[in-house]
């Protein structure tokens, strides 16, 4: 469990790494080699930023409502508030709002940009499919989000995505609008002109680079969820099975959006005619193989 623990960490790190150089590289060479100084790379991080704060700070309000999750005391549901609490004391987090979206579909998720602000929903389909261990193991999976501080992460990860793009986008409106800048002078010759090219040519696939990067940070996160949430729970095998019984479901939820997809325990629209490559989920027998590996 450890080690998987570490591995995700690990993984999720040098993604954010690959982001920050990719963000270096386009500004070194809009300032050196286009003469468009940094200006345009820190008024396109400042942008995605407010954009991202103002996300950050009411996004969960936005997925719980979009959702339409209901807010439950203890004495709505005495057994899904208890296991939450009793996991909460395990691990040592403050008990999150609790939420039950009314919906067939055996789907949940945790939002929150810490834990003290946090909440967790789970839909009735998923409170009625599970077994008391199954449903544990998947309470466990959406603490870890919250404890491991995803959404923050997650919050990074746009900012660096919006950068890019926005970047990318005001370069090629300069171009239009503004003619060609004088690069003539930068680098010079033949090694100049390589540059030049390597250079649009990541501005160009960028945006779509900058997004498989965000989509594979995603998966590691449920990767570390997965482990994170094993470790708490001591039964690896719980969540594994809930993953089957998540797997073997076709119900999708009701009010999913693209925007909140990636918060779920596992995809809210059931589709499988998307390569995996651009899921914000890793296959889910993938995740009951590792869960079952783990000792």
Do not use: W
């Not at 709505?76 to 919906?103: F, H, Q, W």
């Not at 370069?171 to 010759?189: H, M, P, Q, Y």
């Amino acid at each position: 469990m450890y080690s998987q623990i570490d591995s995700n960490k690990r993984k999720t790190i040098l993604l954010i790494a690959i982001f920050i150089a990719i963000i270096t590289a386009i500004g070194y060479f809009l300032g050196y080699y286009m003469n468009y100084g940094s200006g345009m790379v820190i008024l396109a991080v400042g942008i995605s930023l407010v954009m991202t704060l103002v996300s950050y700070y009411s996004g969960d309000k936005i997925a719980l409502a979009s959702t339409g999750a209901k807010a439950i005391a203890k004495e709505d549901n005495p057994y899904v508030y208890r296991m939450v609490e009793n996991l909460c004391i395990t691990a040592g987090t403050p008990i999150p709002k609790v939420y039950i979206i009314d919906s067939q579909a055996l789907n949940a998720f945790a939002t929150g940009r810490d834990p003290e602000h946090s909440s967790i929903a789970l839909t009735t389909g998923i409170i009625n499919a599970l077994e008391n261990e199954e449903l544990e193991g998947v309470i466990a999976h959406e603490l870890s989000h919250i404890k491991n501080y995803d959404i923050r992460v997650m919050m990074i990860v746009v900012v660096l995505v919006g950068a890019i793009s926005i970047i990318s986008d005001m370069f090629f409106r300069a171009r239009i609008l503004g003619g060609k800048r004088d690069s003539d002078n930068r680098g010079g010759g033949q090694l100049g002109t390589i540059i030049m090219i390597v250079g649009i040519v990541l501005l160009i696939l960028s945006p779509i680079i900058a997004e498989l990067i965000k989509l594979a940070i995603s998966r590691k996160r449920e990767y570390l969820a997965d482990a994170s949430g094993a470790l708490l729970t001591r039964y690896p095998e719980g969540l594994a099975k809930a993953l089957e019984k998540i797997s073997q479901s076709n119900t999708p939820l009701e009010h999913a959006s693209s925007a909140t997809a990636h918060l779920f325990i596992s995809n809210p629209f059931k589709s499988k005619s998307f390569s995996s490559l651009f899921s914000t989920h890793p296959p889910i027998e993938d995740r009951i193989n590792k869960l079952r590996g783990m000792t």
